[in-house]
């Protein structure tokens, strides 16, 4: 991972960088930056996954149905998204195998 990332994520709270490894990336040379950087702590707080499914037609908490992703996918002013966007609710009305 990139130091200068791994300093922002520190300044955002999400990991703890130890003292040791900003003195060695301090320094002139690199010589013990893997063993100090097995001390790195994730402070980032876990959340569960949420799994939802991208699906033609339906709708409840876990379903995004094609037109709603068009919706947000034709926000985008491109001529690429517009045109997924309107494969996605042509794929919506189209049965599977016709």
């Known amino acids: 991972m990139n130091y200068a990332l791994m300093l922002h994520l520190e300044q955002m709270g999400l990991l703890q960088i130890p003292v040791a490894l900003k003195e060695i990336m301090a320094g002139q040379s ?14 980032a707080p876990s959340t569960e996954p949420r799994i939802v499914h991208v699906q033609p037609n339906g709708d409840g908490p876990d379903i995004i149905s094609f037109h709603e992703f068009a919706d947000v996918v ?22 599977a195998g016709g």
């Open 74 to 95: 034709a926000r985008h002013p491109d001529s690429t998204s517009q045109r997924f966007a309107t494969c996605m609710c042509e794929w919506a009305r189209v049965q």
């Open 30 to 43: 690199l010589r013990g930056a893997p063993a100090a950087s097995s001390g790195i702590v994730i402070t």
